[in-house]
């Protein structure tokens, strides 16, 4: 079986479709992992603290020449720098009080399992 990998963030997929991503009517789409496409619609996702980042750009990080960065909400990134400079375990930490706040019922052993599954993904912690 061929080797597929995420055409949006890389991410090999393994030799099943778990990881696809999903079209609006619920079939699979091999190119993109459910990360980033779900339900037919690109997902863009801090690459750093996988916060959603919307529609728009305005939770967007800045680089340093002012423009906006896609891959980094405003929280991680400003001027072309993480302000905060941690691990991925430290991020996690970091992000298990907003996600238990943001996801009614999810415990906080669910939600650093899950954490622990998405950020790996992630651009800044794919070194
Ligand atoms: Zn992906
Ligand atoms: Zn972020």
């Known amino acids: ?17 778990e990881l696809y991503g999903t079209e609006a009517d619920g079939s699979k ?3 993109y992992c459910k990360f980033c496409y779900t339900d037919g619609v ?3 996702y801090c690459q750093s603290c996988g916060m959603p980042m919307g529609p728009t750009d305005e939770l967007y990080g800045t680089e340093a ?3 906006k960065s896609k891959d980094y909400c405003s929280y991680c990134y400003t001027n072309g720098a ?3 400079d941690c691990t991925m ?7 298990v009080q907003p996600v ?5 019922g999810m ?6 399992a899950m954490m622990n599954e998405f950020f790996p993904h992630l651009k800044r912690w794919q070194a």
């Open 1 to 17: 079986m061929e080797e597929r990998y995420c055409q949006s963030c890389g991410t090999p997929m393994g030799p099943t479709d």
């Open 29 to 31: 789409n091999k190119n």
């Open 42 to 44: 690109a997902q863009r």
């Open 65 to 67: 020449d002012g423009s």
């Open 82 to 84: 993480f302000p905060a």
């Open 89 to 95: 375990q430290e991020m996690i930490d970091y992000c």
């Open 100 to 104: 238990l706040e943001n996801m009614p």
């Open 107 to 112: 415990t906080e052993e669910g939600a650093r």
